[in-house]
Structure formats: C-alpha cells, structure tokens
C-alpha cells in the first residue's frame, strides 16, 4: 500500500472475533477440566475467569479453573495435573490426532472442526479497499492460526502473531511488534488510527498497556463480547459483558466484527 493513501492499521484477535470457538477451545477447556476432576465448568465460568483479565491462555484457564476447583471443594490435590500433562489433554481434545503434526498432513478430528467463521474474506478486502492496513494477534498456536486464516479464509500470506512468537496478552509486545512492521516506515511520525478488536479483558488490557508504552501513538481498543453471548436469550448477559470489557479500557463496542467498517469512515 502507497504510504500516502494509508489510513490506518486494524489488528485482530482471533478466538471469538475471527471465528466462534464455543464448541472448539471453550469446549476444550470444559472437558480438559472435566477429564481431571469430574467436574465441567459452564461457560458463564469460563468467562468470569477471563475477566479477571489474566488468563488470555486457555492452557492456563484450564489450569486455574482446576486448581481453584480443587481447593473449593476440598479434593485431592492429586486432581491436578501437571503442565505438560494437562497440555497433552487440552490439544488432543482440540487438535485430535493431529496435535503433534503439521495441521494438513492428515484429516482433522477434533475440536478443531467445529470453528464457525465469523467473517468472510471479503471484508478484509474492503479494508484493504478502504486503505487501512491489517493483521492478527493472537494466543492460539502457530498451526491452528495458520490452518483458519490460510486455510479456512483463503489468506494469501497473512501477518500475525501467534502464540510462539511473543509474551501472552496483555503483555504489549506481539502487538507492537506487529504494529512496526506493518505501518510504513515513512509514516511512524504520524499519529494514524491503530485499533485492535479483542473479545476478553486481556484484549482490551494489551492495548491500555500499548498506550503506557506509546503514549504518542493513537492506539484504539475496540472489544466485542464472545459469540456464544450473542444469542438474543442472552442479551443481559452480553450487556454485562460489555460493560466489563468497558470498564476495563476498551474505547469502542462492536456488535460484530464487521461493525468496525463504520468506525474507520471517520478515520
């Protein structure tokens, strides 16, 4: 893109702002929990965990949710795992036999096949038409998030950060990295438009600690509530969410993903 004709850069998250992963990550974390200690927690669980703003990694969700079930309910501490152990279990559940290979190398079978997209390549089309420059910073693995966004998407050479290539949200590092390498070096000067979409308080966090970091830069937090709070039935639930999420720094809320179209009009 001609620096000239830059507007602005948009960075994603992916988990539940690119694709819904109720029934594949959440899903992951309700019978890894479940498998050590015969309890599943529901999604209302998954999510207050996630609001504490400290647990972006779904590894370590299911791990605290573990422990602190463990030491509610007075069970042994046996019940918990170790790491390793606990990781073997999360990526069989999600990546099924697949979790210890390239992603295409065979048929997938498991949670991973149940990832709904919430957008459509075209919309990253109309961005690209609307001169605003974008990428993806995530949590997941490097195979899952080049398996949806190659894949999935049909993404000709997608920028992002995954999981391997920096510290976890919402430590600011993979997000800055990404944001210098995409914005054009005769435009670092300028204060454009760098908004991030995110979808738990970590999101909204990493951005919050961008602007410690960057105070000159005009960084934008945009959070929008995970799918599976989107169902009309769960409209009180959905407005609790966002109220926590803007409570937490975001600057805007999206009802959808696509819904970040009309905020860069003004850009």
Avoid at 63 to 80: D, P, T
Avoid at 218 to 229: D, E, Q, R, V
Wanted: hydrophobic share 35%; charged share 25%.
């Amino acid at each position: 893109m001609n620096s000239s004709n830059f507007r602005g850069l948009l960075l994603f998250d992916i988990d539940g702002v690119i694709r819904d992963v109720t029934g594949s990550y959440r899903r992951a974390i309700q019978l890894t929990v479940s498998h050590f200690t015969n309890w599943c927690p529901n999604l209302e669980n998954i999510d207050t965990l996630k609001a504490e703003g400290s647990w972006n990694n779904d590894w370590d969700t299911s791990m605290e949710l573990i422990k602190r079930h463990v030491a509610s309910s007075g069970i042994s501490k046996s019940k918990i795992p170790t790491r390793e152990h606990l990781i073997n279990r999360f990526n069989n559940f999600y990546f099924g036999n697949n979790q210890n290979c390239a992603i295409n190398q065979q048929p997938l079978n498991g949670l991973i096949k149940s990832e709904p997209l919430i957008v459509k390549k075209s919309f990253f089309q109309e961005l690209t038409n609307q001169k605003v420059i974008w990428g993806f910073v995530s949590g997941a693995e490097t195979s899952s998030v080049k398996y949806l966004l190659e894949e999935r998407l049909g993404l000709q050479n997608p920028p992002f950060i995954a999981m391997e290539d920096a510290p976890e949200k919402p430590d600011p590092t993979g997000f800055l990295e990404l944001t210098n390498k995409l914005i054009p070096r005769d435009l670092n000067h300028e204060v454009k438009p760098i908004a991030y979409i995110g979808d738990t308080v970590a999101d909204v966090l990493t951005i919050k600690n961008a602007k410690k970091k960057q105070p000159k830069k005009n960084f934008i937090s945009m959070g929008i509530a995970p799918p599976h709070l989107h169902a009309l039935a769960k409209l009180e639930a959905r407005t609790t969410y966002e109220k926590v999420l803007k409570g937490a720094g975001a600057d805007v809320i999206l009802k959808t993903t696509e819904e970040a179209l009309i905020h860069i009009e003004n850009w």
